[in-house]
Every structure is written in C-alpha cells, then in structure tokens.
C-alpha cells in the first residue's frame, strides 16, 4: 500500500503538486488520469523517488520515504517496477538479455537460474518466441510486453506505468491493460498507472485519482466515474464523442 | 555563471562515478565492449591518418629545406619530433575528439531521452557508474592507440620520403635517431593519459546530462566535440609548460 500525504512539488516558481493526498491499495489497479499538464507524471515520478517533494509524504508500507536511510532507499527501490511510455528497453540487449538484466544486477543466483527465471516471466506475458530479438526487432505491443516482464521479473511491491498504451492500437491496448490488471492480482502488487485513455480507465480503474492543476480534483472507482456531478471530471471523461454517446445511452 | 555551473555539475557526475559500484560480472562485460567500441573501433581511422600525415609532415619538411648547409638528416629528426610530441598525442586526440567523443555523447545521449537511464536509476543501479566508469578505463587501452599512431605516423614520413627521393632511407633512419630524448615518450604519454580521461568524461558528460529528443542529441554530440578540443588544447599547453618549459 502507498499513502500520499500532503505532496507538494515546484519547480522554481511553478507549483505543480499542491496538496495531493490519497492511498493506493496493494492487488489493485489504481489509475492517476488527468489533462496533460495536470501533474500526473511528476506525481509518479515523485512516488518512484525520481524526484524528491518539497512537501509532504510518501508512505511505502507505512515506511515514510522521507526518514528512510539510503539502504533502505536502495531496497525499496527493487521492490519496484516501472513500465515507461516508451517502453525504455536497453536497445543493445535482446529480449531475454532486457529481463534478465535486473536479475543480474542485483541477485546471486547462476546464470542457469537467472535464465530460468526470465524465460518464465517472457512466457507469462506470452513472448515465448521473441526472446532472441532486439527491441527494434519487435512491435510496440511487444516491446510493452518485455517491458512488463523486466518489471515484474524481481518480484516487485509495487508496480509503476506511465502511460502503458500510449502508440498502441485499441485491441494491443486492452491486451496490455488485461496483462497489467492480472498480474496485479496474481502476485498481489500494488500498482500505479498513468493514464489519460478512458478506454483504461473503464477496463482496470479500481481506484481513481484524477488530478486537475496539481491539484486532487476527484477520486473513486471505474463505476463511480460515471455517476459523478464533478464538473472537472465530467469534463475530462465526456470530451470525446463517443463518450458522450455512452453517457446519452445510460440516461 | 553557466559554464561554472556545468563545470561544478562535471565533476560532482566524476564524484559518483565510482560509488555504488555495478556489480563486477556485468562491469567486466561493460568494460569489453567499451575496449571494443571506443579503442579497437577506432585503429582503423588512426592508422590510416597517421600514415599519411606522417608522410605530409615529411614531404613539407623535405619542400622547406632551401639550404643545402641543413643536413638531409633534419626531415627524419622533423618528422619524429612533430609525430612524437604533437601529432600522435595532441591532434589524434582532437580527432578522438570527434570519433570517441560523439560516439559516447549520442549512444548516452539516446538512452536519456529514450528514458533508459530513468530505467537504471529506477532500479537502483548507479546510472553513472554503470554508464561512464566502463569508459573510463577502456580508454586506459588509449596508449595502445597512440603507439600504433606514433609509429604508423614515422613510417608512414620513411615511405613518402623515400619513394618521393627527398633524402635516402639512412639519412632518415639517422634523423630518427638524432637527438633522442627519452623524456619526449614519456612527456607524450602523460599528455596521452590524460587526453584518455577527458576523451571519456566530457563526452560523457554531455550525452548524460542532455535534454530533449533526437535534435538535442546531435546538438550535444557537437557541442562535446567543441568542449572536448577546447580542454584538450588547454591542458596540453599546461602539461607541455610544466614538464618541458
């Protein structure tokens, strides 16, 4: 679980956190939408430990980021794993090189072991015969795939994801946001997921933040995003046409 | 008020260089493919322009001399001071400069704006130890390079002097030998050690602290190259004033 308390950050003059407080439950699917510009990403880069608050605190397990000494930085941050926008593979190392490389780096097992290990997690997110390709080699899909399984591949607490179908056709987009959602489950992961796709958001939003200037304008659930009065959100979901349609069927 | 920042900025990025070390299996790989990219990728490029800047160096010695009271020996002795002290260490490196230089500011260049090194830093691995420390000491093998630079650069001189018929093979070979100062060899690979450790940081610097997308990286590639020169240049006229002034 994560607990958000109070998060400001600025960069200079400009304020763009202001107050945030919110908790992100461990096996759920939390999802921080907003416009772009909003904060969403300086938020989880603040929650990674990219970036550090000017105010607040980040509570990981009800361990405070902020008295944390740098071992205990250092192990909490393989504790977790980051889905980038661009999926951030090493594009000098295969597909199994890139899943294995964590493992390498930071555990004592054989070569043998570690192999071993890599090709379970690429099997688990169905890239079985990619595993020789370099990331150039293989689709965008495909690259969001291994890079779900370089993040997972240690086991992680907590799982981060900017913006994990952006560039993807719908039907890619599902299956990676299917993916993420039971993986979530299946190993009991607290994860975070930035977001601005609606499509998301009805699919896998267990809970929602949606942030508005850096500031917590709304939150709830995938079934509460529709009944909600909050102009903010209303706003922001009904932009599109085809939600509108949505919302003219359901009245 | 910028370049004190940039200069601070260097070497606090020097100073992290060697904390939280990467692991020694993966180092040990790291360092490898640097060797083969940076010093092995490059000998091609340095042989061939040593050869025939050697050669160059030769010939306009050879064209200059009017006076038939300068012995014909003087081309050799000419050729062997300039490649020796100058060419081989100095504009090699400059020439590095733009080789190795670019290569290590686009490729680090790249994995910033392609979020790979938020990815090390994510994971908890020292991006600059991990990034830069493996460059670092491939370009300790940079001497290896100049050597072959140094007497590629001399034979390449003995040929176009030769077969050109400015002076005979002995005359050159005596010039070769005249005057011989040992501490030349090593005044060069002081200097040459030291080019190494800025041809890896510089570059390095740039490519890792850089913004934006692709443009930004050839940007930076030139911008390190220009930076690169500069402080090559500088620093050979302070190590060239403090052991042979």
Redesign the interface.
Known sequence: MIEIKSLYKSFGEVEILKGISTTFEKGKTNLIIGQSGSGKTVLLKCL???LIPNKGEIMYDNMSHTVMNTQEK?NL??E?G?V???S????SMTVLENVM??L???TTQNKAEIKERAETVIERVKLKDANQKLPSEISGGMQKRVAIARAIVMNPKYL?CDEPNSGLDPKTAIVIDNLIHELTKEYEITTVINSHDMNSVMEIGEKILFLKNGVKAWEGSNKDIFKTENKAVTDFVYSSELFKKVRALYQ | MKILEHIGRYFMMLGLVLKKRTKTSVMRRLIINDINDLILGSLGIVAFLSFFVGGVVSIQTALNIDSPLIPKNIVGFATRQSVLLEFAPTFMSIIMAGKVGSFITSSIGTMRVTEQIDALEVMGVNSINYLIFPKIIAMLFYPFVITIAMFLGIFGGWMATIYAGFSSSSDFIDGIQLDFNSFHITYAYVKTLVFSFILATIPSYHGYYMKGGALEVGKASTVSFVWTSIVIIVVNYIITQLLLA
Do not use: V, Y
Request: avoid cysteine.
């Open positions: 990674l430990g990219l250092t941050r393989r977790m980051m980038f926008q661009g951030a593979l090493f594009d490389f964590p390498q780096m930071f981060f």
